[in-house]
């Protein structure tokens, strides 16, 4: 197993920088999720990790080998896609035996491999279909069992969740921490999904128009988002900004994640705000409302909590020890 | 079957154009052509006498119809797979995302814009022992001195391969160059990340996505050669004689110089026996290959 480095990676396409001075050490057995939002370059570092893109400028390690101009097939590295990318003529069986049949393994080890990685994913019974008779979730789990027999140094994930429905993703999420924590190998996991980066990395790489913003934990990252784009970022409900003024002195923003958002009394010191959008989740409720300056405010309850009604005027008000300060560049004051 | 006797109505009112212009150009001619099949006539082909079905089994034994039946064999066989195999050769080559591709895309698929008239000239010109380029190449490399391919009888046939090869090209360079972009580059990268080479990904990727259209351009190509007529008519006239060696069956049916000619009952019979062999050719080809072929998800 090997850990991978990428040392001040740029990538162009044409004049579109998609990839900036990009360097990140994703350490052997971690599973690291690169996240951001659509077109933000996270899927073009994982390419370049995988060698199906080279990089403008840069260095790519996997282990201590330097991985510039090295065929994908070379670099030991097995990919995941989005589509899943399955032969659509070929069986389950031989879908998941071919990267062993091109690299010319005896044909008993193949079949022992084979059966190995059905079994690990739950495919013995579905090896003679093909993959337009299986559901999404077993085609998913036929594309992870062919980057699986290979044994990989490195697995590389490109939202390969991205096409289940809602219950199948979560399901899917813990059987692939669980596979990660079975195998000790290296995940690099791409997802624009917050939730997917928060339950399944060991750390996560917040990316935004190819710069790299943050990487840190899953704890890290949401408790001390490094600027403005990371804390609004993540996090449902996302985190409210405000003009410092509104809570103490100084030029700074403060944001406050939605669940600290308070509702006190109006003696108590605060900011008016007009209730506009009370949304009832069942074990939470959002409530939604605007400053006399036009500042919208979301706040984060229990569902058991009693909430204002819409139209209600409330004061809000945040604990000083769970407000995020950022500089007028949006990055983190101390 | 109808939920309401409207929607009968309607379907039938709706069916009725297409079911119209298929029988006016389809049925009636086709019919008329099975029925004209058992008239025998005499020379001047004007007066005609019914002769039971005996003229079909006549035709067939015809050593005049087994001959073309065979030349159009021989020429089937030297144009389809050399064909397809030119094509999709040429349309994987310019599959490729590079500058100034586009000149050549444009270059590979201009036949499909050329007549059959104008291509068998071109190629009579090429063709020509005096001034041809061919020629001149086979004399420069020894393999023949100064030839008249067209005037041999065994090099006439494949002289006018050569020709319906060129000319069909730019159709099917167009239909799988369509087929190759709608291929998913994912599925090129996934063979790429499981060590494919070139050679594997064209065998394990290319050629079974590629395979309904392969199919297609296969029935399409065998059915043009069988009805290959333009190309003889103005290159050899079904000569070189007495060999006859490039007479088709469909030259045997329309030439100037066939013996059928003007015998509408024969003619009938001739065609409405190359109508059921191209229907048996086609429907082989889709039994024997639509095996291996995969239609998508």
């Known amino acids: 197993m090997a850990g991978v480095q990428l040392i001040k990676v740029t990538k162009n396409f044409g004049s579109v920088v998609a990839v900036d001075d990009f360097s990140l050490d994703i350490a052997d057995k971690e599973f690291m999720v690169l996240l951001g939002p659509s077109g ?25 080998h330097l991985m510039n101009g090295v065929a994908p097939k070379d670099r030991d590295v097995a990919m995941v896609f989005q589509s899943y990318a399955l032969y659509p003529h070929k069986t389950v069986r031989a879908n998941i035996e071919f990267p062993l049949k091109t690299r010319g393994v005896d044909s008993k080890l193949r079949a022992a491999a084979v059966a190995d990685a059905a079994a690990v994913l739950g495919l013995a019974d579905l090896l003679d279909r093909k993959p337009g008779q299986l559901s999404g979730g077993q085609r998913q789990r036929v594309a992870l069992a062919r980057a699986l027999v290979r044994d990989p140094q490195v697995f590389c994930m490109d939202e390969p969740l991205s096409n289940l429905d809602a219950k199948l993703r979560g399901e899917t999420r813990s059987e692939l921490v669980a596979l990660h924590q079975r195998l000790g190998s290296t995940f690099v996991y791409v997802t624009h999904d917050q939730v997917e980066a928060m339950t399944m990395g060991s750390r996560i790489a917040v990316i935004v128009a190819g710069v790299l913003q943050q990487v840190g934990s899953p704890t890290d990252v949401y408790d001390r988002p490094a600027n403005i784009f990371v804390a ?29 958002v308070r509702f006190v009394d109006s003696h108590s010191g605060g900011v008016e705000a007009t209730i506009r959008l009370v949304e009832h989740l069942g074990h939470e409720v959002h409530v939604t409302g605007v400053l006399a300056d036009g500042t919208v405010v979301v706040a984060r309850h229990g569902g058991e909590e009693a909430s204002p009604r819409s139209g209600d005027m409330v004061t809000v008000s945040a604990e000083a020890r769970h407000r995020h300060r950022f500089d007028v560049s949006g990055r983190r004051l101390a | 079957m109808f939920r ?22 389809v049925v009636y001619p086709l019919g008329r052509a099975v029925w004209l099949g058992h008239l025998r006539c005499d020379a001047t082909g004007r007066k005609c006498r ?28 030297l144009t389809v797979p050399a064909g397809l195999v030119i094509g999709v050769g040429l349309a994987v080559l310019a599959d490729k995302q590079i500058r100034g591709i586009g000149f050549f895309r444009t270059i590979f698929s201009s036949t499909v814009a050329t007549s059959v008239a104008v291509a068998s000239l071109i190629w009579f010109v090429l063709l020509q022992p005096q001034v041809g380029l061919l020629p001149d190449m086979l004399s420069m490399f020894g393999v023949m001195k100064n030839p008249g391919l067209l ?56 050629i079974p996505m590629l395979s309904p259209t392969l199919l297609f351009v296969s029935v399409v190509l065998v ?60 429907l082989v080809q889709f039994r024997s290959l639509e095996r291996r072929v995969h239609y998508g998800n």
């Open chain 1, 40 to 64: 933000c370059g996270k899927s073009t570092v994982l390419r370049m990790i995988a060698g199906l893109e080279a990089p403008t400028s840069g260095e790519v390690f996997i282990g201590d």
């Open chain 1, 232 to 260: 609004t970022f993540l996090g449902t409900p996302p985190m409210n900004i405000f003009p410092a003024q509104l809570f103490e002195a100084g030029e700074h923003s403060v944001g406050v994640r939605p669940e600290y």
């Open chain 2, 4 to 25: 309401r006797r409207g929607d009968g109505l309607i379907a039938s009112a709706m069916l009725a154009p297409a079911i119209a212009i298929l029988s006016i150009f």
């Open chain 2, 50 to 77: 019914t002769s039971g079905w005996m003229q079909y089994f006549d035709v067939l034994r015809s050593s005049d119809f087994q001959h073309a039946l065979k030349v159009t064999f021989v020429y089937a066989l």
């Open chain 2, 151 to 206: 005037n041999d009888a065994g090099t006439a046939l494949p002289a006018i391969a050569i020709t319906s090869i060129w000319a069909n090209l730019g159709f099917t360079f167009i239909i799988v160059t369509a087929a190759l972009q709608s291929i998913p580059a994912e599925l090129f990268e996934s063979a790429m990340m499981d060590g494919a080479g070139g050679w594997k990904r064209f065998t394990n990727v290319t």
């Open chain 2, 223 to 282: 059915t043009r050669a069988f009805q290959a007529y333009a190309e003889v008519d103005l290159l050899t006239k079904g000569g070189p004689n007495p060999e006859r060696s490039t007479e088709t069956v469909t030259y045997l049916i329309y030439g100037q110089t066939s013996l059928v000619k003007n015998d509408i009952g024969l003619k009938s019979t001739t065609a409405v026996l190359l109508f059921a062999i191209l229907l048996v050719l086609s």
